[in-house]
């Protein structure tokens, strides 16, 4: 290719962009000269332009994604294929949360024997890992009742001895167990 071509296409590439230009034309459609019933291509070829015999500019093609036009057709195609993935994805998720992935349940399975191998290990103990107490309603909860109980009847058994004391007419020694009594007594009910 020698410069004389270079220079000639690339002269004919700005023509035709300059036609394309005063047409309007996107860089997809396509630009022709008419001249009469003729189509001629752009070139820096063409016969000169007269007043008698003008060239008449035309788009005479256009790509459709350049137009902004979508047939009627074409729309409902695409809407029903995106219905159809929005469907496919929505039943896939719902599945998906539906059951727990093999990987996750695998890793609750190991956590869960991990967890029994520490709660069931007395050396561990020092760390606070073991086992909680069984429920209090066990023997102890019993026990506790039955302190209650015994409590319940010790100052049943001091009310009776307080009240003795108060009808005998006591002197010296008594009154003065008599002051603690009634100060231990203030005290327990702080």
């Not at 020698?2 to 860089?27: H, I, M, V, W």
């Not at 007043?51 to 809407?79: N, R």
């Not at 029903?80 to 994805?89: G, H, K, S, T």
């Amino acid at each position: 290719m020698n410069g004389d071509q270079l220079n000639e296409k690339a002269s004919t590439f700005y023509l035709a962009e300059l036609f394309r230009s005063a047409a309007e034309a996107g860089p997809l459609d396509i630009v022709k000269l008419r001249k009469g019933d003729k189509l001629l291509n752009i070139s820096t070829h063409l016969p000169a332009n007269t007043p008698d015999t003008p060239y008449v500019l035309q788009i005479v093609g256009a790509h459709p994604a350049s137009s902004g036009v979508i047939e009627a057709e074409v729309l409902w195609a695409l809407e029903r294929r995106v219905a159809a993935l929005e469907r496919q994805l929505r039943e896939h998720q719902e599945a998906l949360y539906a059951t727990p992935s093999l990987a996750l349940r695998e890793l609750k399975r190991q956590v869960d024997s991990f967890k029994n191998k520490l709660e069931n290990n007395d050396q561990l103990s020092w760390l606070s890992l073991y086992k909680l107490p069984e429920p209090i309603y066990t023997d102890s909860c019993r026990r506790l009742q039955h302190r209650r109980k015994s409590d319940s009847m010790k100052r049943k058994v001091r009310e009776k001895f307080l009240n003795i004391w108060k009808t005998v007419r006591a002197e010296g020694e008594t009154r003065e167990c008599r002051r603690i009594e009634r100060c231990e007594r203030k005290s327990a009910a702080k």
